[in-house]
């Protein structure tokens, strides 16, 4: 038998951050709650907090966390049918989607979509950034309950939803391309003129390039993860970087960026893939996610 009351103590420190922070919100001493997730990893012979600051779970307390996340769900739906079933004297416990996105989605439509949800929905998010054609692994393994992915493929145990494809431009300062692109984008040019790189993940320059030029070209790179830093880099001449045309529309318009080859766009496609045992308890959600999307993406 699994002992709830012991995994909701592991829950509220994976989620305070903290020992003392968990007591706060279940009622209880910070003692108590070290002994009762001590006991719980003797049990088990596993550890499943990694103690710091902030604590954090381990892979096998995430598996126990997102159990836990799933518990709620159904919980809560219980206990709108069965209000009386519910303990007053009981620390609330509001349950928290974990959901995954690529950085470009969070600073161009998903946050509105997240945001509209929130409104009529009890229940709170925390939202992890990864690539795009990386976020589709964190379902796999089971760290979240629903992504934002580049992956066609439905996952396994996963409904999945198009949302429509992220367009991007490859686009640089005037001055920027007046210093390094006065005879053209050429495979020598490129070879000369310093990138904007999200990550080591990040592999649409490259993807544009060879769709673009034909081929791979080795260019120079600033890192930057940060898709408004990647704007701001863009407009103060640091360097050419791929960004989404719903941050860049209007500085294109304004004259202030330009693409260093016109009508050459390079289309994402994404996908909203959900498990689908949660997947009808957040029919709103994955609603709400598509009406946005459809209004923000190609």
Same mark, same amino acid.
């Given at each position: ?32 709650? &070290? ?7 003797? %049990?088990? $012979? +596993? ?5 710091? !600051? ?118 640089? &300062? ?7 692109? %006065?005879? $053209? +984008? ?5 070879? !000369? ?106």
């Amino acid at each position: 038998m699994l002992d709830y009351s012991a995994l909701r103590v592991v829950l509220a420190v994976v989620q305070s951050g903290s020992f003392e922070k968990a007591a706060a919100l279940l009622n209880v001493t910070p003692s108590a709650v &070290s002994q009762r997730v001590k006991q719980l990893e003797e %049990r088990l $012979g +596993v550890a499943l907090i990694v103690r710091g !600051n902030p604590c954090m779970a381990t892979e096998k307390g995430e598996w126990l966390c997102r159990h836990m996340d799933n518990v709620g769900m159904l919980e809560t739906e219980l206990f709108e049918h069965l209000p009386s079933l519910v303990d007053p004297a009981d620390p609330e416990h509001r349950v928290t989607l974990q959901i995954a996105t690529n950085a470009d989605s969070l600073g161009t439509w998903f946050l509105e979509a997240i945001s509209n949800y929130s409104k009529s929905s009890s229940y709170l998010v925390s939202i992890s950034v990864d690539d795009q054609d990386y976020t589709a692994e964190w379902l796999q393994r089971g760290r979240v309950v629903a992504a934002v992915t580049s992956a066609e493929k439905p996952i396994s145990g996963c409904r999945r939803f198009f949302l429509g494809s992220l367009r991007y431009h490859a686009t640089a &300062s005037p001055e920027f391309v007046s210093r390094y692109f %006065r005879e $053209g +984008v050429t495979p020598k040019a490129i070879a !000369n003129a310093p990138a904007l790189t999200f990550n080591q993940k990040d592999k649409l320059q490259s993807d544009w390039l060879r769709r673009t030029l034909g081929h791979s070209v080795n260019f120079p790179s600033h890192w930057l993860p940060s898709t408004n830093s990647f704007i701001e880099a863009s407009l103060s001449g640091m360097g050419w970087g791929m960004n989404p045309i719903e941050l860049t529309r209007g500085h294109l318009l304004a004259g202030r960026l330009v693409e260093l080859i016109p009508e050459t766009p390079l289309d994402i496609p994404l996908y909203w893939q959900i498990n689908r045992l949660a997947a009808d308890r957040l029919a709103d959600l994955t609603l709400e996610v598509s009406k946005v999307a459809k209004r923000h993406l190609i």
